[in-house]
């Protein structure tokens, strides 16, 4: 055990690195991800099929490829064809690209579940679109997307593991480095997982809080 | 102040109206009753563009009522809908319920669209539920503040879908004292209802729809006591005396 505790604070400067570098890639991809997918979704949701039908095929064709191919045609194809990113640029976009599409969805499945007569009532007093999903559309979709997209959130934190295959730094990567050169595998791995639950832990737990709040709000 | 000229609607191959002629004059109250089913929804939903119709025309104030065209919102903010199931907006309070609309589509003054809205409330009876939230108000105080919403429009007409329909039977008065009010103020007003007595007492005239046609319609008085068609008897026996 004491041997355990020497060894963790020796791994442990190079892991918290690593773990900064996850919590900077999960913070960014979320946040654009976040953003592109309520576009995602609005567009789906438009009514209009020259902007709802492509963006549908891009969802489709995105949801379909599995995330280390798409981090791999961003870091190792776009250079080809003169878009030179970093291992870091490639990984969060890599994976905002990704999660928009699955938030975007959870975002649209919100938006539909909102009640017909809401719409109607907007529309009934003169409403037009835009002021009617942000003043009554948007604001009840939010509640309802809560637990699905705090889901989510949880999960681009576990994925953004990932990123460490195209050489992002990141606490995996950094495992991976150090129990290579120390064959401490045990302990190194050990420290990895327990880093991650130190923020999925809370995460889900603020999630759940800030959903007893909303659940409790009018 | 609304007419309908021989107004077709089908959902699909179903069709639902077959041609509707009718008229509502400024300050009248029009009744519009008739069967499950008949196309009384949808008729009135046509009138604010909720729905689409494919033949003949709809026109209020002769203006041409186009579901598709820009115009529409313009209309809606003259002609206010009250729904059967109240249709309030769940995360806003009663008076911001009955603000929404005046300061967000009209774009009033916020203070004196305040002032009104408080006094909208006031005048549906409900001047302590000001800050409540629709969650925690009954069935009819929640249709009275859709109606001051509609209100708050400063509408030139009001379409009422079945308002007490879905309300408990101890609180239908209530809503329909506050329309009766309205009426004496001469709003105009399209009221789809089951209420016959309300109709009766209420009404300038009746328009009485079946399979998507106008059967019968008239003064109130003369439709509700002396039916001439034979369907428009049927219909009335069974809803004033329901077995
Ligand atoms: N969105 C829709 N799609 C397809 N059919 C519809 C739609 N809305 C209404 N209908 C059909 O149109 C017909 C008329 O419906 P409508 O709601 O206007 O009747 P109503 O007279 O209001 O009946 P109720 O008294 O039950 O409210 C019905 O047969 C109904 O099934
Ligand atoms: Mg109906």
């Known amino acids: 055990m004491s041997k355990f505790l020497t060894q963790s604070a020796e791994y442990m400067p190079l892991l918290l690195k690593g773990l900064w570098l996850t919590i900077a890639v999960t913070i960014l991809a979320l946040c654009l991800a976040t953003v592109l997918g309520l576009v995602w979704a609005l567009l789906r949701t438009s009514g209009i099929r020259a902007l709802a039908a492509p963006t549908r095929v891009l969802v489709e064709f995105v949801r379909g490829i599995p995330i280390l191919v798409i981090l791999f045609y961003i870091y190792f194809v776009m250079p080809e064809i003169g878009i030179d990113l970093t291992a870091f640029q490639a990984g969060v976009i890599g994976l905002a690209l990704t999660y928009s599409c699955y938030i975007g969805e959870t975002f649209r499945a919100g938006i539909e579940a909102v009640d017909k007569g809401q719409v109607e009532a907007a529309k009934s007093i003169g409403m037009k679109r835009p002021l009617m999903m942000r003043r009554v559309v948007l604001p009840q979709a939010f509640r309802i997307v809560l637990p699905p997209y705090a889901n989510n959130v949880v999960m681009l934190l576990k994925d953004s593991s990932q990123v460490s295959v195209i050489s992002v730094a990141e606490l995996t990567m950094q495992g991976k480095m150090l129990a290579s050169s120390t064959f401490n595998n045990m302990t190194v791995f050990t420290l990895v997982a327990l880093l991650y639950l130190c923020l999925t832990i809370p995460l889900n737990f603020v999630m759940r809080r800030v959903e007893i709040a909303m659940g409790k709000a009018p | 102040m609304i007419r309908f000229d021989d107004v077709h609607k089908s959902f699909g191959s179903h069709q639902v109206l077959k041609g509707v002629t009718a008229g509502i004059g400024k300050g009248e109250v029009v009744c519009l009753i008739g069967p499950s089913g008949s196309g009384k929804s949808t008729l009135l939903r046509c009138v604010n563009g909720l729905e689409t119709y494919q033949s003949g025309r709809i026109a209020i104030d ?34 911001e319920n009955v603000m929404e609309g005046p300061l967000y589509v009209l774009r009033q003054d916020a203070a004196e669209v305040r002032e009104r809205a408080v006094a909208l409330l006031t005048r549906v009876g409900l001047a302590d539920k000001v800050n409540a939230y629709p969650g925690s108000l009954s069935g009819g105080q929640q249709q009275r503040v859709a109606i001051a919403r509609a209100l708050a429009m400063q509408p030139q007409a009001i379409l009422f879908d079945e308002p007490t329909s879905a309300l408990d039977p101890e609180m239908v008065g209530e809503v329909l004292q506050v329309m009766r009010a309205l009426a004496e103020e001469h709003m105009t007003m399209l009221v789809v209802t089951h209420e016959i007595q309300f109709a009766r007492e209420v009404a300038d005239s009746v328009l009485f729809l079946d399979g998507g046609r106008i059967v019968e319609q008239g003064p109130a008085g003369e439709i509700l006591r002396n039916p001439k068609h034979e369907r428009t008897q049927d219909f009335l026996r069974r809803v004033t005396h329901p077995v």
């Open chain 2, 62 to 95: 002769g203006q041409p009522v186009d579901a598709e065209s820009s115009g529409i919102h313009d209309i809606r903010t003259r002609v206010s809908m009250v729904f059967q199931r109240f249709n309030l907006f769940p995360h806003r309070t009663a008076l």
